[in-house]
């Protein structure tokens, strides 16, 4: 897919490294709400509709985006809305939520199991 190739970026470690970090930075899900409730990574913000979306960022922000997994075209589609608006600072974190919780690293939301 051609949309991919144009696509920047962040592989897991570098998430968790400004996660951790406390950088500035909006970390923001591309799935539904349902999906968001269910199970997101920390510090996550959702927003329902495009207006939502472009209301909340600034395209400024240092923006990373995710869906589920590699395959997941919701982060893609996000990623080129936000760059197709003029905003400078986005990367996509492909692995998603497949990848993170994978790693064992923690989630929130209804679904989470506590350990």
């Not at 927003?47 to 395959?71: K, M, Q």
């Not at 080129?80 to 939520?97: E, F, I, K, N, P």
Request: hydrophobic fraction near 40%; aromatic fraction near 10%; glycine fraction near 6%.
């Amino acid at each position: 897919m051609s949309d991919m190739k144009d696509v920047r970026t962040i592989s897991r470690q570098e998430l968790l490294d400004m996660t951790e970090n406390g950088a500035d930075f909006r970390l923001v899900m591309a799935l539904n709400e349902w999906a968001f409730r269910a199970k997101h990574i920390p510090g996550s913000e959702h927003f329902n509709t495009p207006e939502e979306t472009f209301a909340a960022l600034d395209p400024g922000d240092n923006i990373v985006v995710y869906c589920t997994s590699e395959d997941c075209h919701a982060s893609i589609a996000l990623y080129h809305a936000l760059v197709d608006r003029g905003y400078r600072h986005v990367r996509r974190y492909s692995g998603g939520l497949t990848d993170w919780e994978a790693a064992g690293l923690s989630l929130e939301g209804e679904w989470v199991i506590p350990s």
